[in-house]
């Protein structure tokens, strides 16, 4: 394939790394490879490849490529069944939402705060009640930025539900005031 054109080299120089990778010369040919894998086999080959994506520097996934990694990890969701695994694509979620709504982008942003609250699990209040609580919260504010503001008032309502002191109400209410 490489002789063809179809693929070329690509040599990434970071982070003092010097390793060499494949990518597609275009889009169309990777959309043409995709579109001959089978629907049953996709979620195995997306979670392979978040997985090496993964297995990457921590900061180089960080910088460039987390929305690549987010978005392989999300698409193999049925198969991750650990608890780490699940809390870990969790915050992976959340940090790229975080990063997408610092970039004004509001539609990714909602997506994967959506996704990382599907991927909480039931004691996370309990257990980790300051991360969920800046999720939700980010959430609801996604949900604002695209202009859902009953689902963004359903959001914030329940946060003040389980707000535990007058500063967390504060902070919920002047959020909901600000987008009126």
Not at 3 to 23: A, L, Q, V
């Amino acid at each position: 394939l490489m002789e063809e054109g179809y693929i070329i080299p690509y040599y990434n120089h970071s982070s003092n790394k010097h390793y060499e990778e494949c990518r597609f010369a275009h889009d169309r040919f990777q959309q043409a490879v995709y579109s001959l894998i089978s629907e049953e086999d996709k979620p195995l080959i997306h979670y392979k490849i978040g997985q090496v994506l993964l297995s990457k520097n921590k900061e180089e996934t960080e910088e460039a490529g987390v929305f690549e990694l987010v978005n392989h990890l999300n698409e193999a969701k049925t198969l991750i069944k650990t608890a780490k695994e699940l809390h870990e694509l969790c915050l992976l979620n959340y940090n790229a939402g975080i990063k997408a709504r610092n970039s004004n982008a509001h539609k990714d942003a909602l997506h994967y705060f959506k996704n990382a609250v599907e991927l909480v699990p039931s004691d996370t209040w309990t257990n980790n009640f300051e991360f969920t609580f800046s999720l939700f919260l980010a959430k609801a504010e996604a949900e604002y930025l695209n202009l859902n503001i009953t689902e963004a008032d359903k959001n914030i309502d329940s946060l003040l539900s389980r707000a535990r002191n007058n500063m967390e109400k504060a902070t919920l209410l002047e959020r909901k005031l600000i987008n009126y």
